[in-house]
């Protein structure tokens, strides 16, 4: 043998002790089939339902509206195909004596679906209403849930509430190319391929916490953050230190006077990304709405640059702290150029876990309050076309859960960049804030953007 074989051979003995088969790169399987610790965003939403479980803020409802031949049985049928080939759509959640979470994988845990019929109105949206506020008993039930609802012959209303623990912006994207494959072959007559995307989510989760922390990204956060900056003077109808429940509401929006298109023409004409242009006008109107000039923004980074990771369920985010001062930058350009090296510096140093900070820096465990900002935005840039299915008309939306979002964030801004529109969401902790303030700030925000886009701001 001579010195490239015994290399080569070296290797392979190598990668399978790490658990990687020869030829194959990136994230191992797990040491254990059943059963994995969680990964940080993971841990950080069971924090959150370990403590307060009744509540519902991180539960996601989707609603769809759909026209034509509608398949339930090979809708059913597709739903569960899609959960056996997502471990993480069939785990709970549990916790070891000493108190550690850990995930368990089972081999069959089917969502619950729930067939009826009811007419649309005031009866459908209850049942949308009380179907988005049911908990999750992440240790007794499986992430998903599902109804179906006849409300004509070829009228329906497919509705989906799922957990944050297993969602992040890119899942939809993957769950509705699956959902359409497995529908597709059920209503062919034949069974869907046996796909079984690797690595798997429990694999992510045990690869991740194995890795060391860099220490260069602890210490950039902790010099970011510490001392805190000011805390954000939002227009509170009380005192914003004394502690209110999840209770939220939601104000949507359509921006009347621009589009996408005039939105990415002036992020290339400034060589940036629609979302600088975007949080560089809304931290304008929170300078000028809440006061001073120092304020963070927390937003979220999406990390599934591995591979493999793009193509399954589950929450990869991280939420990240921008902290602006715009004390003396008067003019938009120097306000995107502080916003641009911003988020250069912060979504650089993307991977020290949330769960971490708050608990070094706060002695948070993620479950309260979020301690490095009170507002967030979540800016989602392209158009996510949702489920598909043939010979069906689909037409999605995500319905308010009646609760804070990223639990207890008193202000939450979601932006979805459609080819038909820019379409905002705010929700807001209805303790905290008035309606009519949230809808005054997003007034303003408007304003803003159009000033801005059209050029009447220097």
């Given at each position: 043998m001579d010195l490239a074989e015994r290399r080569k051979a070296l290797l392979a003995k190598k990668l399978r002790a790490t658990g990687i088969a020869e030829g194959e790169a990136g994230i191992p399987h797990r040491s254990r089939p059943d059963r994995a610790p969680l990964s940080y965003a993971q841990q950080h939403a069971w924090a959150h339902q370990h403590a307060a479980p009744d509540s519902a803020a991180n539960n996601l409802c989707l609603s769809m509206r759909a026209e034509g031949p509608l398949d339930l049985d090979a809708l059913r049928g597709a739903f569960e195909e899609v959960v056996h080939r997502h471990e993480v759509l069939r785990t709970t959640y549990h916790a070891d004596p000493e108190g550690t979470p850990y995930q368990r994988i089972h081999e069959e845990l089917p969502p619950p679906?729930?067939?009826?019929?009811?007419?649309?109105?005031?009866?459908?949206?209850?049942?949308?209403?009380?179907?988005?506020?049911?908990?999750?008993?992440?240790?007794?039930?499986?992430?998903?849930?599902?109804?179906?609802?006849?409300?004509?012959?070829?009228?329906?209303?497919?509705l989906l509430v799922i957990q944050h623990i297993v969602w992040d912006g890119m899942t939809l994207a993957v769950l509705s190319a699956d959902l359409r494959e497995c529908y597709t072959e059920l209503c062919s007559g034949t069974l869907p391929p046996q796909h079984f995307p690797r690595p798997q989510y429990a694999d992510y989760a045990e690869w991740q916490r194995s890795a060391e922390l860099s220490g260069v990204e602890r210490e950039y956060w902790h010099a970011r953050l510490e001392p805190p900056a000011p805390a954000l003077a939002l227009p509170y109808r009380g005192d914003a230190a004394e502690p209110a429940d999840e209770a939220g509401a939601r104000v949507d929006r359509r921006l009347a006077r621009i589009g996408g298109?005039?939105?990415?023409?002036?992020?290339?004409?400034?060589?940036?990304?629609?979302?600088?242009?975007?949080?560089?006008?809304?931290?304008?109107?929170?300078?000028?709405?809440?006061?001073?000039?120092?304020?963070?923004?927390?937003?979220?980074?999406?990390?599934?640059?591995?591979?493999?990771?793009?193509?399954?369920?589950?929450?990869?985010?991280?939420?990240?702290?921008?902290?602006?001062?715009?004390?003396?930058?008067?003019?938009?350009?120097?306000?995107?150029?502080?916003?641009?090296?911003?988020?250069?510096?912060?979504?650089?140093?993307?991977?020290?876990?949330?769960?971490?900070?708050?608990?070094?820096?706060?002695?948070?465990?993620?479950?309260?309050?979020?301690?490095?900002?009170?507002?967030?935005?979540?800016?989602?840039?392209?158009?996510?076309?949702?489920?598909?299915?043939?010979?069906?008309?689909?037409?999605?939306?995500?319905?308010?859960?009646?609760?804070?979002?990223f639990p207890l964030v008193p202000l939450g801004v979601e932006v979805f960049v459609r080819a038909e529109g820019i379409d905002v969401q705010l929700t807001y902790q209805t303790g905290l804030l008035e309606r009519a303030a949230v809808v005054e700030l997003l007034d303003e925000l408007e304003a803003e953007l159009c000033a801005t886009v059209s050029g009447r701001v220097a």
């Open positions: 679906v729930t067939v009826l019929d009811l007419p649309e109105g005031a009866r459908l949206r209850e049942l949308i209403r009380d179907a988005a506020a049911e908990p999750f008993d992440l240790a007794a039930e499986g992430p998903l849930r599902l109804w179906f609802v006849r409300h004509e012959p070829r009228v329906y209303t497919i298109a005039e939105l990415r023409t002036l992020a290339g004409r400034h060589a940036t990304t629609p979302f600088a242009v975007f949080l560089a006008c809304y931290a304008e109107v929170l300078h000028r709405y809440c006061g001073g000039p120092e304020f963070t923004i927390g937003t979220l980074a999406v990390d599934r640059e591995e591979p493999g990771l793009g193509a399954l369920a589950g929450n990869f985010a991280n939420p990240i702290t921008l902290r602006l001062d715009l004390t003396g930058r008067t003019g938009f350009a120097e306000r995107l150029g502080l916003v641009q090296a911003e988020c250069g510096a912060a979504f650089t140093r993307r991977g020290y876990p949330y769960p971490e900070l708050a608990r070094e820096l706060a002695g948070e465990d993620g479950s309260g309050r979020v301690p490095f900002f009170d507002t967030l935005v979540v800016f989602v840039a392209t158009d996510i076309e949702g489920p598909q299915l043939p010979g069906v008309s689909l037409d999605w939306r995500r319905e308010d859960t009646g609760a804070a979002q």
